[in-house]
Each structure stands twice: as C-alpha cells, then as structure tokens.
C-alpha cells in the first residue's frame, strides 16, 4: 500500500503504533533532579508517567506564586490549576477528585491535587511530589 500520493511515493506500511510509556524517572521537586533508587543498586526510581505529567502541570501552572494568603488567592490558584489540567481531563486521562491548597506557614503553602488516574484506575495525588 502507498503511503503517500505523488511520484515520489514509497510503497511501504504504515509506521507501527505509538508505543505506551508504563512509568517515568521519579523527580524530586525540591531538588530539581531525578530520584537515585539506591536500594536497588542504582538506576531511577519511578512513577507513573500521568502523576509526573500532572504535577509538572501544576508546578508550572503554579511557578512564583508562593505568596497565596487570601482567599481570592487560593481561588485564583486553584483556577490555574484546573485549566492546566484541562486537556487531561478533556481526553478523560484523569479526574480531578479534589484540589487543596493552604497556607501551612509563613511563606508556604500547601498544592495537593487528588486525581484518579483514569487509564489505570488508580486514585493518586501529588502531595508526594510537590
């Protein structure tokens, strides 16, 4: 079967379906590097790839606003949340279970997101992660 049209076409199968990643480098977000699984003689540990994709959603969607101590804020920054995880929700990749954040201290606050991992059926967050 041709693969293309025109005089320049190859006559050649169509390119194999896109490959399905199972789990991702686990990053630590403090330090901004992938965690060393050091119990198992090296290597990476890992993480589901959707958790790393929602929490890297996040933390950019939330990146410089740490100074979150009104309510108009916290409303604020929830919004920005859901509307970078909208095209996951969108593809039904996920559901948003419930988005908390809170100021915990002076200068911290709190971004826990619940998602249930709707390609594998399982409830996550990225309490761990962020």
């Known amino acids: 079967m041709a693969y293309c049209q025109g005089p320049y076409q190859l006559l050649v199968e169509a390119p194999p ?5 199972r789990s991702s480098r686990k990053i630590d977000f403090e330090k901004g590097d992938y965690v060393v699984d050091t119990d198992n003689g090296g290597g990476f540990e890992s993480m589901p790839s959707t958790a790393q994709r929602v929490a890297l959603l996040v933390i950019h969607a939330l990146h410089g606003q740490r100074d979150v101590i009104t309510a108009p804020q916290f409303a604020a920054a929830e919004d920005r ?6 095209a996951m929700v969108a593809a039904k990749e996920i559901r948003i279970d419930s988005i908390d954040i809170s100021r915990v201290a002076a200068g911290r606050v ?21």
């Open 81 to 86: 949340v859901r509307k970078a995880l909208a």
């Open 17 to 21: 379906s896109r490959s399905i990643l």
């Open 110 to 130: 709190d971004r826990v997101v619940n998602f249930t991992d709707l390609t594998s059926r399982e409830a996550l967050n990225t309490e761990k992660q962020l």
